[in-house]
């Protein structure tokens, strides 16, 4: 893909990405993810010239000596994305899979961070772990797209390629893990896009799910409503001489809300996607 190309796929993808969410709510997430400011550091002892704004009475009060506050500046936060890459993520509905929905939610991300002058750093985890270093606005944005259609996960139209192979199977549980867990410290916020099928394991969720800086949403499609389905998705390819099908089992035998309750969240793509996340964040 041409930077040209890049650069025309991301206006359309900011173009459509408003249709069904309002500033109002854009508004209140960006104040989700941004601090106070301002945060307080320690007392020190008063000395003439300084403000006394930031005197604290009550400590003058019980030890009958003057102390000041003294406050850091709060850093920005890095908001690091998780995409869930795998095949059973390619189903969906009206021509958006589940996948393609999470990536439009990301690039909402991207947008919001430019705005508040945060990052964004998004880790795909499908065929291999693709590591996107951070960045924010359109910049980000031009980037993932092109790292996502060098890695095959979309196609020149910037739309999710669904006639390829992989399976997460192939990497070790513990590196999936550890892709994640890295980017869990102190001012970051990890946000992942899952439906669960083939993601990560039960014992892997434990060790991730209570952290109060993970944020979890199952990305349902009206397929995942019937258990035991097997779906076969539609692809004329890139090269293909006859239209061909890709069998997927979107089979999962774990109950999320039985396992996990309110800490994942479920976003129905057959519904306002980007406006159900908006609320769910705030």
């Known amino acids: 893909m041409k930077l040209n190309d890049v650069r025309k796929t991301v206006s359309q993808i900011k173009a459509s990405l408003f249709k069904n969410s309002n500033s109002f709510s854009i508004g209140m997430l960006k104040s989700h993810f941004k601090g106070s400011g301002l945060q307080f550091k320690e007392h020190q002892v008063y000395s003439f010239g300084d403000d006394i704004r930031f005197i604290d009475w009550n400590m003058l ?9 003294t406050f850091e500046e709060e850093r920005n936060i890095e908001i690091t994305v998780v995409l869930d890459a795998s095949r059973s993520m390619l189903s969906g509905i009206n021509g958006v899979s589940k996948l393609q929905a999470s990536i439009e939610i990301t690039c909402l991300l991207y947008l919001l961070a430019g705005e508040t002058n945060d990052f964004v750093h998004v880790v795909v985890i499908g065929e291999d772990i693709v590591d996107i270093p951070k960045s924010q606005g359109d910049k980000g944005i031009t980037y993932l797209i092109s790292i ?3 890695h095959g996960v979309l196609d020149e139209m910037g739309k999710v390629e669904i006639d390829r192979g992989g399976e997460l199977n192939d990497i070790p549980e513990e590196k999936k893990l550890h892709s994640i867990l890295k980017h869990t410290g102190k001012n970051r916020e990890v946000v992942i896009f899952s ?10 969720m434990k060790r991730l799910i209570f952290r109060r800086n993970l944020h979890c949403f199952f990305m349902e499609s009206p397929l995942d409503r019937f258990a035991k389905a097997p779906i076969s998705l539609f692809s004329l390819g890139k090269k293909a001489v006859k239209p061909s099908f890709k069998t997927v089992n979107i089979e999962s035998e774990r109950n999320l809300e039985k396992e996990f309750g309110r800490k994942i969240k479920k976003i129905d793509i057959s519904d306002r996607y980007l406006e159900s996340f908006i609320k769910e964040m705030i």
Request: aromatic share 14%; glycine share 0%.
């Open 61 to 69: 009060a019980k030890t009958n000596h003057t102390f000041i506050k």
């Open 148 to 150: 996502l259609e060098k």
């Open 195 to 204: 439906d669960f099928v083939d993601f990560i394991e039960t014992s892997s």
